[in-house]
């Protein structure tokens, strides 16, 4: 990153930091990450006019600015990151997804992990590159973009590929596994009510509760478990 736009972004930030609010932001976290107490809206605002003079910078730029960012302390600069990639993901594409993994497993928690998941299911564009060996990765959180990189693809959803996904991992003990089962089945559910119903009832005993419980969250009303 040149040094003039991090010295933006950190100017852009500082007027609406708010020290108070830190170690709130921070303990929601769980006490992993300093804040500078920065809100989503503010930090959005302040920084839009620093972002978006990027567009057409390319992706080795971009993520370049975007792991810079990651190398800061405090946990907005990686939001800013995510700000900086979800405004100009048409410069990305599927070539880039090892260094977005890279970023999935660096700092990792579920705010920045999700919100790469939205970016890795906009740059792969209803492919799956790199999403097979990803689901079988070590890192856990590598495991849950997987699961997670089809949210919103509706009609465009490999339906067998979201199944056979969910049961690989069905086994797993691991919360954010469990959950993301649930809410990738659950955000399905909104174009197939049908198809998740079927396949969480036959499955039913393979997932854990949890991930039944969420998948089923909104059928429950309209489609009697």
């Known amino acids: 990153m040149k040094p003039d736009l991090l010295s ?3 100017a ?3 007027p609406v930091a708010d020290s108070g609010r830190a170690p709130a932001m921070r303990a929601y976290m769980r006490d992993q990450f300093a804040f500078l107490g920065v809100g989503t809206p503010q930090r959005r605002s302040a920084c839009k006019d ?6 057409g910078a390319g992706a080795d730029a971009l993520l370049g600015h975007a792991r810079a960012l990651w190398e800061l302390p405090e946990r907005e600069y990686q939001y800013v990151a995510l700000d900086l990639m979800t ?3 048409k410069e990305l594409n599927s070539g880039d997804i090892p ?3 890279e970023l999935v497993q660096d700092k990792s928690w579920w705010d920045t992990v999700d919100a790469l998941a939205g970016i890795i299911g906009k740059v792969l564009c209803h492919g799956h590159e790199y999403m097979d060996a990803a689901l079988r990765e070590n890192n856990m959180w590598v495991r849950r973009i997987a699961l997670l990189h089809q949210l919103g693809w509706r009609n465009k959803t490999d ?5 056979e996904y969910a049961l690989t991992l069905a086994h797993e003990k691991e919360f954010f596994i469990q959950k993301a089962i649930g809410w990738a089945l659950r955000d399905y559910a909104r174009h197939a009510p049908d198809a998740v119903r079927l396949f969480t009832r036959k499955e039913k ?3 854990a509760p949890l991930s039944f ?6 059928l429950a009303v309209s489609f009697p478990i």
């Open 205 to 207: 005993e393979r997932l």
């Open 213 to 218: 419980r969420e998948a089923n969250k909104h």
């Open 87 to 89: 405004m100009h993901w």
């Open 8 to 10: 933006q972004i950190s």
């Open 159 to 163: 339906e067998q590929r979201l199944f």
């Open 99 to 101: 260094a977005l993994l």
């Open 50 to 55: 620093v972002l978006r003079p990027l567009k």
């Open 12 to 14: 852009a930030l500082a």
